[in-house]
């Protein structure tokens, strides 16, 4: 009966271990990349873009979660799992290698006596004969069972949940300001010591956006397996210090650090919420959402739950310089693939959890949340904020009148402003003060938020 009882209580462990969640939300990070700047390895081409390793990490991460949440992904249903990507290339192209990894081998075929010649298009038949001769008269809708699943895009000026940055316009004034503000200067300082020894071996770093490219460059280069500039060697002093230059100064400059975290975090925060109230409330037959973004997106999340911040990873930095232990452990930079992972319980008292690189963090004060109590906490960690506060605070607040006269005069108004902003802007380019917004506008063709 010993015997008996012990079994009963491992087998109930491993049932209760292995719960399923009825609703999944996934924010990840595109794969490897080539670096935004071949500033510090000109044999980089196709800059911005994703490498097939980035594709390959995610098929492998895909292929990982459908391990890990079976009945969510056993096939693929259009009212189930819904998936969008941020407007650029090496978000597009990780999705859709990741879905390729969920749904491998899991598209279906037609009956053995389907006529075939109803899948054909109509074009050049001498052509779609060797084309259909080819095919070796497969059945499945797609070679290998392949599984074709829609992916969203927005205009990135639009998408104020995964790209907050481009779709608030006073951002860019935001991230002029802090180019050049104290805690830039003070972390740009505290490494003269590496920027000095960095020039002996001929990197010259200059400022905070040099630490930018060569940061981004050394990260880019290990995931490819490819040489360091300058004989730098990785978890060397040198390495350590511009890796942690370029993870604060993207921290700071893109994700909405510090007071503007709210304004980051909240539109896709807020989403999150209403997904999981449908869901709970029976409005939405989704158990699945995956948003393909970048690392900036994650942390403004990861900034509004207090798990990463530049004053961590400053702290994490300095003390294992000095031969000490990180006191922020969990403060850990997305890395390419990285990803947030939100799971629903749908039980009588709904709950939620969160897990960051596949490990959990906790929100709520614990592992696990209510979600009554997680719509709280978003309000608390964004400090109530609201779409009419990320409005005013961005510039998008849009006049609303019935009155003619009204339109008419705020047409003709904002006609001026332009106007007047046009020729200001024109006469600001031929200052000097213009070299800081030109290099923004450069970096963020490749290395979007």
């Given at each position: 009966?010993l015997h008996l009882?012990v079994?009963?209580?491992l087998?109930?462990g491993?049932?209760a271990q292995?719960?399923q969640?009825?609703?999944?939300i996934e924010v990840?990070r595109?794969g490897a990349?080539a670096?935004?700047s071949?500033q510090?390895?000109?044999?980089?081409t196709?800059?911005?873009?994703?490498t097939?390793v980035?594709?390959?990490m995610?098929?492998?991460?895909?292929?990982?979660?459908a391990?890990?949440y079976?009945?969510?992904?056993?096939?693929?249903d259009?009212s189930k799992i819904?998936?969008?990507?941020t407007?650029v290339?090496?978000?597009?192209m990780s999705?859709y290698?990741?879905?390729?990894g969920?749904?491998?081998g899991?598209?279906?075929?037609f009956?053995?006596?389907?006529p075939?010649?109803?899948?054909?298009?109509?074009?050049?038949?001498?052509?779609?004969?060797?084309?259909?001769?080819q095919?070796?008269?497969?059945t499945?809708?797609?070679?290998f069972?392949?599984?074709?699943v829609p992916?969203?895009?927005?205009?990135?000026s639009?998408?104020?949940?995964?790209?907050p940055g481009?779709?608030c316009?006073n951002?860019q004034?935001w991230?002029?300001?802090?180019?050049?503000d104290?805690?830039?200067?003070?972390?740009?300082n505290?490494?003269?010591?590496i920027?000095?020894?960095l020039k002996?071996k001929?990197?010259?770093?200059?400022?905070m956006?040099?630490?930018f490219?060569?940061g981004d460059?050394?990260?880019?280069?290990?995931?490819?397996?490819?040489?360091?500039?300058?004989?730098?060697?990785?978890?060397?002093?040198?390495?350590?210090?511009?890796?942690y230059a370029?993870?604060?100064?993207?921290?700071?400059?893109?994700a909405?650090?510090g007071n503007?975290?709210?304004t980051?975090?909240?539109a896709l925060?807020?989403?999150?919420?209403t997904w999981f109230?449908?869901?709970a409330?029976g409005k939405t037959?989704?158990?699945?959402v995956l948003l393909?973004?970048?690392?900036?997106?994650?942390?403004?999340l990861?900034?509004?739950?207090?798990?990463?911040?530049?004053d961590?990873?400053t702290?994490?930095?300095?003390n294992?310089s000095?031969g000490r232990?990180?006191?922020?452990?969990?403060?850990?930079?997305?890395t390419?693939a990285s990803?947030?992972?939100?799971?629903l319980y749908n039980?009588?008292e709904?709950?939620?959890?969160v897990?960051?690189k596949?490990?959990?963090i906790?929100i709520?004060g614990?592992?696990?949340c209510?979600l009554?109590?997680f719509?709280?906490?978003?309000?608390?960690?964004?400090?109530?904020?609201?779409q009419?506060?990320?409005n005013?605070?961005?510039?998008l607040?849009?006049?609303?009148?019935?009155?003619s006269?009204t339109?008419w005069a705020?047409i003709f108004?904002?006609?001026?402003t332009?106007?007047?902003?046009?020729?200001l802007?024109?006469y600001?380019?031929?200052?000097k003060?213009?070299?800081?917004?030109n290099r923004l506008k450069e970096?963020?063709k490749?290395?979007l938020?």
């Amino acid at each position: 009966m010993l015997h008996l009882f012990v079994f009963s209580c491992l087998f109930s462990g491993l049932l209760a271990q292995d719960a399923q969640p009825d609703m999944i939300i996934e924010v990840f990070r595109h794969g490897a990349r080539a670096p935004s700047s071949n500033q510090y390895d000109s044999t980089w081409t196709n800059l911005g873009e994703l490498t097939e390793v980035g594709m390959r990490m995610h098929y492998v991460l895909g292929k990982a979660l459908a391990l890990k949440y079976p009945n969510i992904f056993q096939s693929f249903d259009p009212s189930k799992i819904f998936v969008r990507s941020t407007d650029v290339n090496r978000t597009i192209m990780s999705v859709y290698s990741q879905l390729y990894g969920l749904f491998d081998g899991k598209g279906n075929s037609f009956p053995e006596d389907f006529p075939m010649n109803l899948t054909y298009p109509p074009y050049d038949q001498e052509i779609i004969d060797e084309v259909v001769t080819q095919l070796e008269n497969t059945t499945s809708y797609l070679p290998f069972n392949y599984q074709a699943v829609p992916v969203h895009v927005m205009a990135l000026s639009r998408d104020q949940q995964l790209t907050p940055g481009y779709a608030c316009p006073n951002a860019q004034n935001w991230q002029n300001t802090r180019i050049n503000d104290a805690n830039m200067k003070g972390v740009f300082n505290s490494l003269s010591d590496i920027t000095s020894k960095l020039k002996d071996k001929g990197i010259i770093v200059n400022d905070m956006w040099d630490y930018f490219n060569l940061g981004d460059t050394l990260a880019c280069n290990i995931a490819e397996g490819k040489p360091l500039p300058g004989g730098i060697k990785e978890g060397d002093e040198l390495f350590n210090g511009a890796i942690y230059a370029f993870e604060w100064f993207t921290n700071y400059m893109f994700a909405g650090a510090g007071n503007l975290i709210p304004t980051y975090s909240f539109a896709l925060l807020d989403q999150i919420n209403t997904w999981f109230n449908q869901k709970a409330n029976g409005k939405t037959t989704l158990n699945a959402v995956l948003l393909s973004a970048h690392d900036t997106t994650l942390l403004s999340l990861l900034g509004a739950f207090g798990v990463v911040t530049p004053d961590c990873l400053t702290q994490n930095y300095f003390n294992q310089s000095q031969g000490r232990v990180i006191p922020y452990p969990n403060c850990t930079y997305p890395t390419f693939a990285s990803q947030l992972i939100f799971e629903l319980y749908n039980t009588s008292e709904p709950y939620i959890k969160v897990f960051y690189k596949g490990a959990p963090i906790p929100i709520c004060g614990s592992n696990t949340c209510t979600l009554a109590k997680f719509g709280q906490y978003i309000q608390t960690i964004t400090s109530g904020y609201n779409q009419d506060q990320f409005n005013n605070e961005c510039g998008l607040v849009t006049p609303v009148t019935n009155d003619s006269s009204t339109a008419w005069a705020w047409i003709f108004g904002l006609s001026a402003t332009v106007l007047t902003a046009a020729v200001l802007i024109l006469y600001s380019q031929r200052r000097k003060g213009v070299r800081v917004t030109n290099r923004l506008k450069e970096q963020s063709k490749h290395l979007l938020p």
